[in-house]
């Protein structure tokens, strides 16, 4: 019997395996010819595709040869075409086709045999931390506005149960979508990115208008809404990261470029329709007067500062589009 | 003459509310013939809604029996049947009536008297709108705009070729002083029925109007708007005007001193052919230099809600309305103040020229600084304001600032908007949220419309000066 002098593997792009086959020589060919080494069955891959050999002066070298075929092959995101050949590094996956390709040579060390996962407690005290802070978070906002002590705990098991619900449907939606494309639930994982980012847009929030109102930034009141969105924003890609793993990086730039231009459409059809880029007409998130830094001052100051609005509103009369309806 | 059919039209729809809006006694022209139920009277309005208004037309009130009328009263209208006429004015394109109202002619070459607000569509809009008179006897004839008064609401047309001298109404003498309680005729067209008379008493001035009007205790209707009040021996002593929504038989004329000058300055005024813009601006311009000069000649009044001192104006300028806790807050003492004063004119169609202050104090010792701020923090938060522009005005602009008139640290915001056509007038917003106490807090609002950029700032000075925080001693 011929000594197995490697293991060469075809997986689909969600990494199923789809054929496999011991290399017991060297060439060894990939195709769709049935007399090559390793038959696929990809429409996208030539009969002989590759011709994968191990040069007898270089033996710690795979070097392959392409063959005829009209889609050549991909190595780290370069592309071969045929005729070309080049050295295959061990352990790279070289893509024909639709079809991925795996080498594993006998002379290569093997890896450590590795420990059955644990259960995973770690994570499950991050999942329950997350949880209670949120659902803290939640009951907190809603203790603030409640008038009345009795009226507040009777409403409590509804306010809990409704968060708990919306929580577990938000994640249910993800975890469905990441079964469907990625084979696995994650639930757990998306009820912690939901909560997390529950919990971010809420410190955003209080940060931004606890900052705004002790140092008088109205600006950062007005725009708060725009950290709320990218907040919003790296929420949806983590879920979306968890449900599509290999398109990360495609995903970020989809994300990105989403609020790239979303931002700037939104905030000019805001301009064109109101001319003003927050709806928001002054800052009225109020705190106990203790927290504020910035000084107050004399009234004939700031009436003189309010002079400013003679030359907004003369614009406004100017720009603002309704002149013409009069005509 | 057509009389309208149950069948609404839009424009009348519309117009019965831009004539609610109004607060005056005009009569759009409206669908619902006698009889027919269409608005009831309005009901018990809250004590802070003070502007005179007028009715929704279709009070069927409006032909009051005339067996109810006295022998004078019939005489009073055979007196005056011919002097008086129905004002319409209408669309040029399609001659509907666009709006109706009273007038009654004060000269033999022509002049007529009646309101501004029914007059109004000629001054601002005449390449839109004509106007006509329309007698007793149903004689019809074009008129043309001589002269307006925005504050009180005057107006003075010529009835255009015209022969035959018309039959005057003479104004009673001003040295001759009506008494209290004196019997008093008011004389129009209500809601384009036919012309009545209604009989009531006369009971001085208003309190506290920022132009003297005769306080009527009588009937006036929609469509009334213009028509002369005359006294026992059919002098005019007013003008038809307005009266109350939320209650009976409290209406207002304009003392007729106001239409003699006005008369004496149209006689020979060139009939007004463009838009009057202008002259309404520079009316309002009187307006409010009047009404801003009121307001900073005295110092405001303190008004003490816990320990904090407000200012609110004095009594002979607006009238004050309070409210104590609202039970729907437990835990939080609330109180109301709405001041306002009397002061609003018509300027085509829309009203402007008022002034409004209110406060709300919150106490809320038991809350806790936390659940007190977010409290504070959404009432400050859900004040109304000018969002969009429209096309009597833009949308508004604000600045903000913390700002320490002395005693007490406030958070203050001033916002303004600029009317279009009427340059140089804007309607400014105060807004105040006191930031001394965790647990107390007062949040205050100024509205002044129809005010000059510098007169509004003089305001809004004088105003945010006058608060004070006094520590319990």
């Known amino acids: ?327 | 003459m057509p009389f309208p059919t149950l069948r609404p039209r839009p424009l009348v729809s519309l117009l019965l509310v831009l004539a609610c809006s109004l607060a005056t006694a005009q009569t759009p022209p409206h669908p619902a013939p006698v009889g027919t139920p269409a608005v009831h009277t309005p009901v018990a309005v809250p004590p802070g809604t003070l502007s005179p208004v007028l009715t929704p037309p279709a009070q069927a009130a409006a032909a009051e029996p005339t067996a109810a009328l006295s022998r004078d009263a019939r005489r009073i209208y055979e007196l005056s049947r011919d002097k008086l006429v129905q004002i319409r004015t209408l669309l040029r394109n399609s001659n509907t009536q666009a709006s109706i109202g009273s007038g009654f002619f004060v000269s033999a070459d022509g002049l007529i008297v009646t309101n501004f607000h029914v007059a109004s569509q000629l001054a601002l809009e005449p390449e839109r709108y004509r106007g006509v008179y329309v007698t007793m006897e149903g004689q019809e004839g074009e008129v043309e705009l001589l002269a307006f008064d925005v504050q009180r609401d005057l107006a003075v047309l010529r009835a255009k070729a015209r022969t035959a001298p018309a039959p005057v109404l003479s104004f009673r003498p001003a040295a001759e002083a009506l008494a209290q309680g004196e019997r008093i005729y008011s004389l129009g067209n209500p809601l384009d029925i036919g012309f009545a008379v209604t009989e009531g008493t006369y009971n001085g001035l208003v309190r506290r109007s920022f132009y003297p009007r005769i306080f009527f205790g009588g009937t006036l209707n929609p469509g009334m708007s213009g028509g002369p009040a005359v006294d026992d021996a059919g002098r005019v002593l007013g003008v038809n005007v307005a009266k109350r929504l939320d209650g009976e038989q409290v209406s207002f004329l304009i003392p007729a001193e106001f239409a003699q000058a006005l008369v004496q300055r149209a006689a020979n005024a060139a009939p007004i052919t463009q838009p009057a813009y202008g002259e309404v601006t520079k009316q309002l311009m009187e307006h409010q230099q009047r009404l801003t000069e009121r307001f900073l000649k005295a110092p405001f009044q303190e008004q003490r809600h816990g320990n904090y001192r407000v200012p609110v104006p004095d009594d002979a300028l607006a009238r004050c309305w309070g409210s104590g806790r609202d039970p729907s807050f437990p835990g939080l003492n609330l109180e109301r103040t709405q001041c306002q004063a009397d002061s609003d004119v018509v300027a085509g169609d829309f009203n402007t020229g008022t002034v409004r202050l209110g406060y709300e104090a919150y106490d809320a010792p038991t809350l806790g600084a936390a659940r007190f701020a977010r409290v504070f923090s959404q009432s400050f938060g859900n004040e109304r304001l000018q969002k969009r522009g429209n096309r009597h005005q833009t949308a508004a602009e604000c600045t903000e600032r913390y700002v320490d008139p002395g005693s007490l640290p406030l958070r203050a915001v001033v916002c303004m908007s600029a009317y279009r056509k009427l340059p140089g007038l804007y309607n400014m917003t105060v807004l105040v949220a006191t930031v001394n106490q965790p647990t107390q807090g007062l949040l205050g609002r100024l509205d002044v419309q129809g005010v000059a950029f510098d007169n509004g700032l003089k305001l809004a000075n004088h105003y945010l000066q006058a608060f004070r925080w006094e520590a319990a001693p």
């Not at chain 1, 197995?4 to 017991?24: K, N």
């Not at chain 1, 011709?51 to 270089?58: E, F, G, N």
């Not at chain 1, 709806?279 to 004399?298: I, K, Q, T």
């Open chain 1, 1 to 327: 019997m011929m000594p197995t002098l490697g293991l060469i593997e075809a997986f689909d792009r969600h990494g199923a395996l789809l054929a496999r086959a011991p290399v017991t020589h060297w060439p060894v060919t990939v195709g769709r010819g049935l007399d090559c080494d390793l038959v696929l069955d990809d429409p996208f891959v030539a009969p002989v595709h590759l011709r994968i050999d191990r040069p007898v002066d270089a033996p710690r070298r795979v070097s392959v040869e392409v063959r005829e075929t009209r889609n050549g092959a991909t190595l780290h995101r370069k592309r071969y075409g045929s005729g070309a050949r080049f050295d295959w590094p061990d352990g790279t996956p070289l893509e024909i086709g639709r079809t991925r390709i795996a080498l594993r040579l006998a002379d290569t060390a093997i890896a450590d045999e590795q420990a059955l996962p644990q259960f995973p407690w770690r994570t499950l005290a991050a999942t329950v931390v997350l949880v209670a802070l949120m659902v803290a978070a939640a009951l907190g906002s809603s203790w603030l506005e409640a008038h009345d002590a009795s009226k507040y705990l009777k409403s409590l098991p509804g306010v809990l149960l409704s968060l708990l619900m919306g929580l577990g449907i938000w994640s249910g939606l993800w975890a469905v979508a990441n079964k469907v494309f990625d084979g696995h639930l994650q639930f757990w994982r998306h009820v912690r990115i939901a909560c997390t980012a529950y919990l971010v847009a809420e410190g955003v929030q209080l940060a931004t208008s606890l900052a705004a109102f002790a140092f008088s930034w109205e600006a950062l009141s007005h725009f708060a809404y725009l950290l709320m969105v990218l907040v919003l924003a790296g929420g949806l890609y983590a879920h979306l990261a968890v449900v599509l793993p290999r398109r990360r990086v495609g995903l970020a730039w989809t994300v990105a470029a989403v609020v790239a231009l979303g931002v700037p459409a939104w905030l000019g059809a805001q301009w064109l329709d109101r001319m003003r880029l927050s709806n928001e007409f002054y800052m009225s998130s109020l705190f106990p007067p203790s927290l504020r830094a910035a000084p107050a001052v004399p009234v004939p100051q700031f009436l003189q500062e309010t002079e400013s609005l003679r030359g907004k509103l003369d614009r406004r009369l100017r720009d603002d589009g309704h002149t013409k309806d009069d005509e």
